[in-house]
């Protein structure tokens, strides 16, 4: 409480005081949305960086994949390896349906693409932040840039944080920081469990022969497993420099992230090029065509992606089809069904490094986001061990939890 002198009369302030730890996309929108709810705290950003919502700027190639078209709960917690039935519940109150007005409300227009990503109209991630910065600020949160938490602990009602070497003491702390090792020993000595973070989305790493010169190629729908991962994955895949990437490469190293480090990223992978087509189907359409129609003219997949998948199998492309013996064609059908290639590695997809790991979701309350051992203190985003996979999935589940933080703090502050 603080007393305020004014033209000869006192004035109690009564504001509950919220620290936001993190300057990103969870802390924002718990800021904006619990500035617009809440006429009773007063919020504070605290961001350790010399500027705020970094990765919302470089997400989706600088265009930023807001969210998603996928708004049935329990079709949209299946984009979760991890966190998918504890993210059931809250996708009841907010979910991607409730994203899209929210930013539409405030005069961003989002588009939908095919494959059901959301993005703003103007392919612009400047859109997104400059209106959670326009929000927040015009409700009167207080947004700081180089300020580190070194320490945090629970002071009678609330909490006392130390930032930049000056302790403060807070009714509300929402730990929005993302996947931060310094923040997780931090949380750890409070008693609080925390699952080791490692990489989640990540493309594979290949010098198989059979790729060399073939960046840039892409295949609109392959299937791809991985022994030891449960769920094979099917989607597009793109032929980089170093190897694989793609939505089907980035489902995979997702769902298949801490077995994936068990292996420490050397293991093969086994592609159905053409998942659509049974062996004798595409036995058939050879066939179909003529005894004398060259192999290396079929059409099956791009041109030098097939020459080169058949080239252990076949050694002259000009072969006919009429050449082929009974064992060269078992040979051709498993070198398009079943091409396995060792992986040796991994790398960021981009920029957009994803975590799996963070605080142990049996620590939270998934009605509130909030930790059970220490009422009034939350967690939302990336700094939870909750995951996604590509597709503004990530993205959905910092704004679900960071808006019913702002929902149980500002009912709590006695605003709603």
């Not at 919020?43 to 997400?59: A, N, Y």
Request: neutral net charge.
């Amino acid at each position: 409480m603080v007393i305020k002198e004014g033209r000869g009369i006192f004035a109690i302030d009564m504001k509950k005081k919220v620290a936001i730890i993190g300057g990103g996309a969870a802390g924002f929108f718990c800021a904006a949305n619990l500035g617009e709810m809440s006429e009773d705290v007063e919020i504070t950003i605290l961001e350790q960086g010399k500027e705020f919502l970094s990765k919302v700027r470089v997400s989706g190639g600088g265009r930023c994949n807001v969210t998603n078209v996928c708004d049935e709960p329990r079709e949209l917690i299946k984009n979760y390896p991890r966190g998918g039935r504890e993210l059931l519940g809250p996708f009841h109150k907010f979910a991607t349906a409730d994203t899209r007005w929210w930013f539409e409300a405030r005069g961003v227009a989002l588009k939908e693409e095919e494959d059901g990503r959301i993005f703003p109209v103007s392919d612009d991630s400047a859109d997104i932040v400059n209106c959670l910065l326009k929000v927040a600020k015009s409700n009167g949160v207080r947004c700081l840039t180089h300020q580190k938490v070194t320490s945090l602990k629970p002071a009678g009602s609330g909490f006392k944080l130390q930032v930049s070497g000056e302790e403060v003491f807070f009714d509300f702390v929402v730990l929005a920081c993302g996947s931060s090792k310094y923040m997780n020993d931090m949380i750890s000595d409070l008693g609080i469990d925390i699952v080791p973070p490692l990489p989640s989305l990540f493309t594979f790493n290949c010098k198989d022969r059979r790729l060399r010169d073939l960046a840039g190629i892409s295949v609109p729908n392959v299937e791809v497993s991985i022994e030891g991962v449960t769920d094979d994955q099917s989607g597009p895949i793109l032929i980089t420099h170093q190897g694989f990437s793609g939505p089907a490469i980035l489902k995979m190293s997702a769902f298949g992230a801490r077995s994936l480090a068990s292996s420490s990223y050397k293991f093969e992978v086994k592609i159905d090029w053409l998942p659509a087509w049974s062996g004798d189907q595409i036995i058939s359409r050879l066939r179909a065509e003529g005894k004398r129609k060259v192999l290396g003219k079929y059409d099956f997949l791009p041109n030098r992606l097939w020459v080169q998948l058949l080239e252990p199998v076949i050694t002259d492309p000009e072969m006919t089809n009429a050449s082929l013996n009974k064992t060269q064609l078992e040979s051709l059908v498993s070198a398009l069904k079943n091409s396995s290639f060792s992986i040796n590695g991994k790398a960021t997809f981009k920029e957009e490094f994803v975590t799996a790991g963070g605080i142990d979701l049996r620590e939270m309350d998934f009605r509130t986001f909030g930790l059970r051992k220490y009422p009034g203190m939350y967690a939302a985003g990336e700094i939870l061990d909750i995951d996604g996979v590509t597709g503004g999935f990530n993205f959905q589940n910092a704004w679900t939890g960071a808006y019913l933080i702002a929902k149980d703090i500002a009912e709590k502050a006695g605003s709603i």
